[in-house]
């Protein structure tokens, strides 16, 4: 079983920035693609932003420029880093892996929890 734990989340002032973060662990042999997700009041939950293994990178067109994807494999961690905050940023975001438990299995998709960020003057 593989646990993901984000942090980062908060309040914060349009224009302002915010980091998240999201550890996976437990029976992890390697992980595929990480991903951010978010999900507004009465909306879908959305693809934010994705990281590949090999460090390729994809971002929804609403946050291209000002959010920033990233990992580090050592410690089964990802990253996303917000600049130029807006309103409709507001939302629980969600991070999520791929990851499969040895070298022959297939990988499974585990979601983190969720964190609160939110966008308030």
């Known amino acids: 079983q593989v646990q993901l734990v984000e942090s980062g989340g908060g309040l914060v002032q349009p224009g302002g920035s915010l980091g998240l973060s999201c550890a996976a662990s437990?029976?992890?042999?390697?992980?595929?693609?990480m991903g951010w997700y978010r999900q507004a009041p009465g909306k879908q939950r959305e693809l934010v932003a994705i990281?590949?293994?090999?460090?390729?990178?994809n971002y929804a067109d609403s946050v291209k420029g000002r959010f920033s994807i990233s990992r580090d494999n050592a410690k089964n961690t990802v990253y996303l880093q917000m600049n130029s905050l807006k309103f409709e940023d507001t939302a629980v975001y969600y991070c999520?892996?791929?990851?499969?438990?040895?070298?022959?299995?297939?990988?499974?998709?585990?979601w983190g929890q969720g964190t609160q960020v939110t966008v308030s003057s």
């Open positions: 999520n892996a791929d990851c499969r438990s040895t070298s022959y299995s297939t990988y499974v998709t585990y």
């Open positions: 990281i590949f293994s090999g460090g390729s990178t």
């Open positions: 437990g029976s992890i042999f390697d992980i595929n693609a």
